[in-house]
């Protein structure tokens, strides 16, 4: 037996034998390995007997678990014609077990849609922080509000933007009626040229008419210099 064999093989004893008018044809050995793990041997010695024997019954030894040979000895022969394995150092391999089925995670749910903040319906453009005295052109406080409003409502086509100028009761009818006008059209161009879409600009000015306080005082009369702004 090779320095390899005599390694492997810690203490052997036999397990069962088999023999026929010639004399034995197998013996089967429990073999203690150096680590401590269980092996056994088949030696085949019949005329008729190898490899086939030697696999046979190694198979019925490890029952339904698959041979795992450690060593294999066969005579010395033409290696281009290898002969038949006669002894047969072996462990019975526990079988593989089937690799748990792969449980694909759910897919994470969708973040939950965020709809933009609508629009408001209605703003109200005090004249007295959003328009020089007596005047129509927007200040920078005035173009900041409508900024805001074109940009909430982008993506938006409104069927109708009503703008309606207000003024309180100094001056003549006249005048107040043109100064609410004047101030209407430019609420309205600014948003136009910027973007906001309608269908229909509704812009109107209705002088000192439609009062929100007294203009008895000032401060009733600051509450009146307005430009409302309703979106539908």
Known sequence: ??????FI???TALLAACSSSQGPTWNAYRV??????????????????????????????????????????????????????????????TPAQPAPPVVAKPA?????????????????LDSDANFDTDKSTLKVDARDRLDVLIEAAH???????????????????DHNQQLSE????????????????????????FG???PLASNATAAGRSKNRRVDITLE
């Open 182 to 205: 004047r101030r209407a059209q430019a609420v309205a161009q600014y948003l136009r040229e910027h973007g906001l879409r309608a269908q229909n600009f509704d812009v109107r000015g």
């Open 32 to 93: 203690s390995m150096p680590n401590g793990q269980q092996a056994y041997r088949v030696d085949c010695h019949g005329l008729f007997e190898g490899q086939s024997t030697c696999y046979a019954q190694a198979a019925e030894i490890c029952g339904k678990k698959p041979v795992q040979p450690l060593e294999a000895v066969a005579p010395l022969g033409d290696e281009q014609n290898p002969r038949d394995v006669r002894i047969l150092t072996f462990q019975c391999a």
């Open 108 to 124: 994470p749910a969708p973040a939950p849609v965020v709809a933009p903040a609508a629009p408001p319906k209605r703003i109200t």
């Open 1 to 6: 037996m090779s320095a390899k064999s005599l």
């Open 9 to 11: 093989l810690g203490a």
């Open 155 to 173: 993506g938006t086509t409104f069927r109708t933007v009503t703008i309606s100028g207000y003024t309180d009761s100094t001056g003549t009818a």
């Open 208 to 210: 000192e008419s439609d």
